[in-house]
Nanobody, 119 residues
Framework: VQLQASGGGLVQAGGSLRLSCAAS????????MGWYRQAPGKQRESVAT???????NYAGAVKGRFTVSRDNAKLSIDLQMNRLKPEDTGVYYC??????????????WGQGTEVTVSS
């Protein structure tokens, strides 16, 4: 199972970016999808997750500014990021967990897309 992320870039504080990530492969279903980020010198942290049923969870630092959504038919997840702050800078990774068509579960990461917010 592979995840392909896109949409990062450079933006001024207060601006917006939209990240997208699509899964491919012999996938039976995806249960949880999410976005994580890793700032320079810090550990990777959860930003937003969404279950196949639509239940979402956000990190406190992004709540009210970021919106996560998914398209189960397209096996994709998006992250709309508004009112960006310099502290949102980092490499953003998408993640998906589910089960393959031939049976085994999977947990996969995208390649990461860089977001830089200038002050």
């Amino acid at each position: 199972v592979q995840l392909q992320a896109s949409g990062g870039g450079l933006v001024q504080a207060g601006g917006s970016l939209r990240l997208s990530c699509a899964a491919s492969g012999r996938i039976l279903y995806i249960s949880d999808m999410g976005w994580y980020r890793q700032a320079p010198g810090k550990q990777r942290e959860s930003v937003a997750t969404i279950h196949s049923g639509g239940i979402t969870n956000y990190a406190g630092a992004v709540k009210g500014r970021f919106t996560v959504s998914r398209d189960n038919a397209k096996l994709s997840i998006d992250l709309q990021m508004n009112r960006l702050k310099p502290e949102d800078t980092g490499v953003y990774y998408c993640n998906a967990q589910g089960r393959r068509m031939d049976g085994p579960p999977f947990g996969s990461w995208g390649q990461g897309t860089e977001v830089t917010v200038s002050s």
